[in-house]
């Protein structure tokens, strides 16, 4: 008993003891930020978030402190969509950053490892937290989750499990006054209970596979033949958008123009047609000119986020012009999806 005495005295004539607080619990937020809806479809997300219990004092790290949590509903937990529910991203709550120890409904305990840097400018314990893929519509998915915390930690000044001062959960008893161990599950009290906000907002995002359109070669401009090819498109689930074609580097009189490589004040007139090309209706950039996705050849409708949209269009070199020196003509054409 003297030997912990004098060792008290010393860490308290060593360090200056400043003004007690206490932890707390606050409602809290945690974000995924924005992402991408193929990155949600594909990777396994992960975040770092406060999970509600804030000590505004640094954890003694030479003391123990006993801190305990649990999820008060039991999983699976899902990130939803807040305008359709139905639409759900699978969420995974751990209390280590190596992410194996799951938050369940059963309590369980951080080891002092986990608690290093808690405390201090009411930096609370942290969760982490990992999403599994899923094929989702663009918007705002939240998850509300209830936890259960009980504590005894040493605001003070103390070694192994010795403290000079203990802060509490509600409820939470221990027989002791400065020399104070584990507490048994009959001692811990109800504990207190906070709620996390998880957020993960999901952004529109489409893919495009545009391959380039070869004439070939020809002696006359009136000899190419016409080119059909399709561009593929994968968007976001349910979005509903349009395509448009740039009208390339050189136009003139209302159609595309290629440049030669080695004469560059000379080009080829050509176009690009909607489909089959037998309408005339040329693909451009604005208007009525546009595709929408509802007009797709393959997959017509809103993006389901999976399967490609296909629009097809036929190329062809204008023949009512001179033909050119001979060389290799070259133009280039912005596909671009507008929602």
Do not use: H
Not at 284 to 299: F, Q
Request: charged share 15%; aromatic share 10%; hydrophobic share 35%.
């Amino acid at each position: 008993m003297y030997r912990i005495i004098f060792i008290l005295m010393a860490l308290v004539g060593i360090f200056p003891v400043t003004a007690w607080a206490d932890c707390n619990l606050q409602q809290t937020n945690s974000s995924f930020g924005f992402n991408g809806s193929f990155d949600v479809a594909t990777d396994s997300l992960r975040s770092t978030g406060s999970g509600g219990l804030v000590c505004d004092f640094n954890l003694a790290l030479l003391s123990s402190n006993y801190i305990y949590a649990r999820a008060e509903s039991a999983g699976p937990y899902y990130l939803e969509n807040v305008k359709d529910p139905n639409q759900k991203i699978p969420l995974e709550i751990f209390m280590d950053s190596a992410y194996s120890q799951m938050l369940t409904t059963e309590m369980q305990y951080f080891s002092n490892f986990q608690l290093i840097g808690i405390g201090g400018q009411n930096s609370g314990v942290s969760l982490f937290m990992r999403t599994s893929p899923a094929n989702v519509s663009a918007g705002q998915y939240v998850a509300t989750i209830p936890i259960r915390w009980w504590w005894a930690v040493c605001r003070g000044i103390g070694i192994g499990n010795a403290c000079s001062g203990w802060d509490r959960s509600e409820g939470l008893t221990q027989t002791c006054i400065i020399i104070c161990f584990e507490p048994g599950e009959d001692q811990r009290g109800p504990g207190e209970a906070t709620t996390i906000i998880v957020v993960l907002k999901v952004e529109n995002d489409c893919v495009i596979n545009a391959p380039d359109v070869e004439f070939g070669a020809a002696p006359l401009v009136s000899s190419f033949d016409s080119i059909q090819q399709r561009i593929e498109i994968t968007c976001t689930k349910n979005l509903v958008y349009s395509v448009g074609l740039s009208d390339g580097l050189y136009p003139a009189d209302g159609v595309r123009r290629m440049q030669g490589t080695a004469n560059t004040d000379e080009y080829i007139k050509y176009d690009i047609y909607k489909g089959n090309g037998v309408s005339g209706e040329r693909w451009g950039n604005s208007g009525n000119e546009r595709v929408e996705s509802a007009e797709a050849d393959l997959n017509p409708g809103p993006a389901d986020g999976t399967n490609a949209q296909q629009y097809a269009y036929t190329a062809k070199v204008i023949e009512s012009q001179e033909t050119p020196s001979t060389g290799i003509y070259q133009d280039s054409v912005i596909v671009d999806v507008t929602f």
